[in-house]
Structure formats: C-alpha cells, structure tokens
C-alpha cells in the first residue's frame, strides 16, 4: 500500500451536535481518555475498577454491589442484562412506547424468550394500571422498559411500576441510557433490578461503555447460571444449577467475578473508555444529582419554550416529555432532511429525525451533558429559525431566542 492509499489525518469537523445523542463530550472526558494505558491487572487498573463502582453506584443512587462497567455501547449493556436473565421459554413483559421499546423484544426474542408487549401510541406513555393487568395475566419472568425512548422524547414513569413487579415477584429491567443524569431515576426507592446505560447522553462522554448495576435478588438469579471457562476454572469454584448464558462475551456472572475481588480473567478492560467513563461520573457527582438534572431541565424548557414561541408544534404528551430532548413536527410543506443538512452544513449544528412512523414528520432536538447550556440552546434556535426563513416557513421572528432566554437569569 502506498503512502497515498493511507488516507488523510483524521481532522473531524466541529460540530455542535443537538440531536438526540451522542453530545459533544465534556472536555475533561477528552482529557482523561488520552491518559496513559496501564495493564488490566496493574494495581494501579484495579484500583481505578474499584473507583468506578463506587463512582456509579452515586451516579445510580444505588447500593447494589454489583455495579460494573460493561466494555461496548448502550446496547451492549441491554443485551448482557437480557441475555444473563432469560433463559429460553422465559416469559418477559414490554411495554412498547417507541423504537428502543422494539429493540428490547428483538433482543428478548434473540435469547428465546417468550415475549408479550404493551403497545403504546408514539408519544404516549405506559401507566402502572395497564401493567399490573399485564403481569396479573401473563406472569412474566422479567419486567422490561425503557424510561427515556428518544425516538418518541417520552419519558415513561417507573416508581409505581417498582412496586408492582416486587408484589407479583416480577424482576425489573430498565434501559436509562437516554434519561439518566437528565431524569430523575431512583433505582433502590422504585425496586429496579437491573438498569443499564451508555455515557453519550447526559452523562456526557462518548459511546463505547455501558455501566449496569444489578439488585441482588437479579444477581443471584444470574449466578445461578454460572459456568467458568475451562482454562480458568480452579478447584474452588462452583457452576451454577441452571442452563448456560448463551453469550460468552455478556455473561455477567463472569463479568462480576471479573469485576470482583478474585479478579478472574474474563476480558481486557477497556482503559480508555473506563478513564472516561470514571470522569463522566466524578463529572456529575461534583456538580451534584439535583443540580445536573435541573440545568436539563431548564435548557430542555427554553428549547420547548422557544421553538413553540417560534411557531412550531411539540410533539408527544407533554406531561411525560424528557427533559434532555424535544420532539417538534417539521413544518408542512418542506423537506425536513434538507433543513438538517442545512444547520450541518451552514452553521455545525446537527438535529435529529425520527424512526418509523414519526420518520420525516418530527424533528428531536437534544440538550444534553456538556450540551444542556444557554449558548448551546439560543445558539440552535436562532440557526433554525434562519433556515425556515429561508424555505420561507412563516415563523416569529425573533421569539424563539427571547423565550428560552426567559429560562434563564441575566
């Protein structure tokens, strides 16, 4: 190969991206995933392991023990908890309220499981009286939702559902990658089992690790599907009773031994991305939980408040809405790709659009980790207003950025 076959040094573009993930990075995460790489089991490593637990069971707000790091994105932490839990001819329950919705049946499906949903219209949410109902007839192995499905911008709420599943002895699994750090997410006050996450969001890093945390009562049921691999396996373990994980890499009964004080070999930590992800945390803890979700919230409000004051229309329920991404019709009459290649190409901005039935209908306008700011905010809404303009949408001018500044102090 010749030194023209090489390509160019990689230079990206700047982008201010306001979609519905991944966000610009916090510039420390920047700092810390350039950090030297040290060997898996250098005291040093391990001791950062150490750190990232106890970083993110305060990031959960949890105690569970087992709260690790799974080394792939968001997605890579779903399908460990689903494929760990459900052995085939389990039954699961999932109430299905956008996109994300039907990517937790895929996977359930994947691993065998017997899956029943509860549809939702897009931009609705599911209520703890259609679950109940639901667990009462189907009697599920495994509850498992989304709380923030950014294809619809709908945040489902969890705390009456936590009790449900714990009357009927129902496990609870939540995906939260879109709503933690932005959301409110109680996870030992609403009897969550498992949840996992990915860092693009609010919590403001890049893709590539997903912590998960895990109750107990959900550990255990793991374990007992507990294989060690033969050139690791000692005298002293013990298998577990039930059938295999049918995934080597996502068996979480392997990766909490890894994680665990024996340190058994599993894989190689990813170094950069646990840097990173450590620094997301210390990020979000420093500034502190009820603060980092109150700056979402406003910035989600003064991006509502402003693309209403110019003219457009919310979509979804507005009373379940998230507070990190709002979902906008596109305007009749003009061509809603264009305009995003627009904001991309004149000014870096990126916006979102839509999966399925929303696709070409709905714009999703995030404001999320490093993101969730004023000048991110009034920044986005006065490109947008200009490229309506220029399609000769009819908008208010010169509303859009006076009301979302109205979210915030001089």
């Given amino acids: 190969m010749s030194t023209s076959d090489l390509f160019e040094t990689l230079d990206p573009p700047q982008r201010l991206l306001m979609g519905p993930g991944p966000i610009n990075a916090y510039p420390r995460v920047h700092q810390a995933i350039s950090a030297s790489l040290i060997g898996q089991y250098d005291p040093v490593m391990t001791g950062y392991m150490n750190q ?87 009697q599920p192995k495994l509850f498992a939702t989304v709380q923030g499905d950014t294809s619809t911008t709908m945040n489902q709420p969890l705390a009456e559902i936590g009790e449900i599943c714990q009357r009927h002895g129902v ?56 294989h060690i691999e033969a050139g690791i396996r000692a005298a002293h373990h013990v298998e577990g009773c ?17 994680w665990g004080p024996e340190r058994l070999n599993h894989h190689t930590e990813s ?55 709002v979902g906008v019709y596109i305007p009749q009459g003009i061509d809603g790709d264009k305009v995003r290649q627009q904001l991309q190409q004149r000014f870096g901005i990126e916006i979102g659009t839509s999966f399925g039935p929303l696709h070409g209908k709905v714009w999703r306008i995030g404001t999320m980790g490093y993101n969730a700011r004023q000048d991110c905010v009034l920044t986005t809404l006065v490109a947008l207003e200009s490229i309506l303009l220029k399609y000769k949408v009819k908008v208010s001018s010169g509303q859009a950025v006076l009301a979302a500044m109205a979210h915030y102090r001089d």
């Fill in 52 to 138: 990232v637990q106890s970083l993110y069971r305060g990031v959960f707000e949890t105690n569970n023990q087992q709260t690790l790091l799974v080394n792939g994105t968001a997605r890579s932490g779903i399908e460990a908890v689903l494929v760990s839990v459900l052995q085939p001819g389990d039954k699961v329950l999932i109430p299905v309220i956008g996109r994300f919705g039907h990517l937790l049946c895929e996977i359930a499906k994947r691993v065998g499981a017997q899956v029943k949903t509860i549809d939702i219209e897009w931009g609705e949410v599911c209520s703890p009286e259609q679950v109940e109902k639901a667990i009462k007839a189907f």
């Fill in 171 to 226: 496990l609870f699994y939540c995906d939260a990658t879109a709503s933690i750090a932005g959301n409110e997410l109680k996870i030992d006050e609403w009897h969550l089992d498992a949840v996992s996450v990915g860092l693009q969001k609010c919590l403001g890093g890049p893709s590539g690790s997903a912590p998960i945390t895990l109750s107990d009562r959900c550990a255990e049921v793991i374990n007992r599907r507990k």
């Fill in 242 to 258: 039930d059938a295999m994980i049918q995934s080597n890499y996502f068996d979480l009964a392997m990766i909490m031994d890894y």
């Fill in 271 to 325: 170094t950069s991305m646990l840097y990173a992800a450590r620094e997301c945390a210390r990020l979000f803890l420093e500034e502190g939980v009820d603060k980092v979700i109150a700056r979402h919230q406003q910035a989600g409000d003064a991006m509502a408040s402003g693309l209403q004051a110019m003219g457009l229309t919310l979509f979804g329920n507005q009373q379940y809405k998230m507070n990190n991404v």
